[in-house]
Protein backbone atom coordinates (compact mmCIF):
# COMPACT_ATOMS: atom_id res chain seq x y z
CA UNK A 1 0.00 0.00 0.00
CA UNK A 2 1.54 3.38 -1.13
CA UNK A 3 0.16 7.05 -0.56
CA UNK A 4 1.91 10.00 -2.80
CA UNK A 5 0.94 13.29 -2.10
CA UNK A 6 1.91 16.44 -3.89
CA UNK A 7 1.26 19.73 -4.61
CA UNK A 8 2.46 21.15 -2.00
CA UNK A 9 4.32 25.13 -2.25
CA UNK A 10 4.70 28.51 -0.94
CA UNK A 11 2.19 30.66 -1.42
CA UNK A 12 0.67 34.19 -0.26
CA UNK A 13 -2.35 34.56 1.46
CA UNK A 14 -5.55 34.67 -0.44
CA UNK A 15 -3.88 31.93 -3.27
CA UNK A 16 -5.19 28.78 -3.49
CA UNK A 17 -3.52 25.04 -3.86
CA UNK A 18 -4.37 21.74 -4.60
CA UNK A 19 -2.80 18.89 -3.49
CA UNK A 20 -3.26 15.05 -4.92
CA UNK A 21 -2.74 11.27 -3.21
CA UNK A 22 -1.97 8.47 -5.90
CA UNK A 23 -3.21 5.35 -4.50
CA UNK A 24 -1.34 1.96 -5.13
CA UNK A 25 -1.79 -1.18 -3.85
CA UNK A 26 -5.32 -1.66 -2.91
CA UNK A 27 -8.53 -1.04 -3.41
CA UNK A 28 -8.60 2.70 -3.65
CA UNK A 29 -12.52 2.54 -4.50
CA UNK A 30 -13.45 0.43 -0.80
CA UNK A 31 -12.17 2.60 1.44
CA UNK A 32 -12.24 6.09 2.90
CA UNK A 33 -9.69 8.64 2.95
CA UNK A 34 -8.94 11.65 4.60
CA UNK A 35 -6.82 14.47 5.00
CA UNK A 36 -4.50 15.66 7.87
CA UNK A 37 -2.17 18.56 8.54
CA UNK A 38 0.87 19.42 11.21
CA UNK A 39 1.92 22.81 11.51
CA UNK A 40 5.09 24.00 13.17
CA UNK A 41 5.12 22.89 16.79
CA UNK A 42 1.63 21.09 16.37
CA UNK A 43 -0.12 18.14 16.77
CA UNK A 44 -1.10 16.25 13.61
CA UNK A 45 -4.94 17.64 12.92
CA UNK A 46 -7.67 16.19 11.00
CA UNK A 47 -8.69 18.53 7.48
CA UNK A 48 -11.44 16.34 5.53
CA UNK A 49 -12.38 13.08 5.11
CA UNK A 50 -14.34 11.49 2.14
CA UNK A 51 -16.62 8.20 2.77
CA UNK A 52 -16.73 5.50 -0.26
CA UNK A 53 -20.25 6.83 -0.85
CA UNK A 54 -18.08 10.72 -1.61
CA UNK A 55 -19.61 12.37 1.74
CA UNK A 56 -17.47 14.23 3.00
CA UNK A 57 -17.10 16.06 6.49
CA UNK A 58 -14.52 19.04 7.20
CA UNK A 59 -12.64 20.49 10.38
CA UNK A 60 -14.28 23.64 11.04
CA UNK A 61 -11.20 25.45 9.81
CA UNK A 62 -11.26 24.66 6.61
CA UNK A 63 -14.82 24.48 5.82
CA UNK A 64 -16.00 26.59 2.91
CA UNK A 65 -12.62 26.91 2.12
CA UNK A 66 -11.37 23.69 1.59
CA UNK A 67 -12.88 21.18 -0.92
CA UNK A 68 -12.00 17.20 -0.74
CA UNK A 69 -12.99 14.92 -3.89
CA UNK A 70 -11.95 11.48 -4.91
CA UNK A 71 -11.60 10.36 -8.46
CA UNK A 72 -11.55 6.43 -8.47
CA UNK A 73 -10.60 5.89 -12.07
CA UNK A 74 -7.31 7.44 -11.06
CA UNK A 75 -7.21 6.22 -7.44
CA UNK A 76 -6.39 9.76 -6.62
CA UNK A 77 -7.22 12.02 -3.56
CA UNK A 78 -7.53 15.58 -4.27
CA UNK A 79 -7.83 18.55 -1.87
CA UNK A 80 -8.36 22.33 -3.13
CA UNK A 81 -7.62 24.42 -1.06
CA UNK A 82 -8.73 28.37 -1.52
CA UNK A 83 -8.51 31.11 0.31
CA UNK A 84 -5.40 30.27 2.09
CA UNK A 85 -4.00 32.13 5.21
CA UNK A 86 -0.86 31.84 7.16
CA UNK A 87 -2.41 29.25 9.80
CA UNK A 88 -3.17 26.93 7.33
CA UNK A 89 0.65 26.50 7.10
CA UNK A 90 1.86 23.05 7.33
CA UNK A 91 2.64 20.15 6.02
CA UNK A 92 -0.09 17.91 4.93
CA UNK A 93 -1.07 13.98 4.84
CA UNK A 94 -3.30 11.99 3.25
CA UNK A 95 -4.35 8.89 4.44
CA UNK A 96 -6.57 5.44 4.35
CA UNK A 97 -8.81 4.38 6.94
CA UNK A 98 -8.85 1.40 8.91
CA UNK A 99 -11.79 -1.04 7.45
CA UNK A 100 -12.63 -1.46 11.05
CA UNK A 101 -12.73 1.99 11.62
CA UNK A 102 -16.46 3.51 12.95
CA UNK A 103 -17.51 6.96 11.65
CA UNK A 104 -17.57 8.46 14.74
CA UNK A 105 -13.19 8.35 14.74
CA UNK A 106 -12.54 9.06 11.32
CA UNK A 107 -11.16 12.68 12.72
CA UNK A 108 -8.80 10.47 14.65
CA UNK A 109 -5.56 9.58 13.66
CA UNK A 110 -5.64 6.47 14.62
CA UNK A 111 -8.82 5.37 12.54
CA UNK A 112 -6.08 5.82 9.87
CA UNK A 113 -3.82 2.71 8.67
CA UNK A 114 -1.59 4.39 5.98
CA UNK A 115 0.08 7.56 5.49
CA UNK A 116 1.32 9.87 2.57
CA UNK A 117 5.10 10.78 2.77
CA UNK A 118 3.50 14.70 3.39
CA UNK A 119 3.89 17.66 1.02
CA UNK A 120 4.51 21.01 2.48
CA UNK A 121 2.30 24.08 2.26
CA UNK A 122 3.61 27.41 3.26
CA UNK A 123 1.21 30.58 3.54
CA UNK A 124 3.27 34.20 3.54
CA UNK A 125 1.09 37.25 5.03
Known amino acids: VQLQASGGGLVQAGDSLRLSCVASGFNFNSYTMAWFRQGPGKEREFVARILRSYNTVYADSVKGRFTVTRDNAKSTLYLQMNSLNPEDTAVYYC????????????????????WGQGTEVTVSS
Open 95 to 114: AVARRTAILSTLRLPTSYET
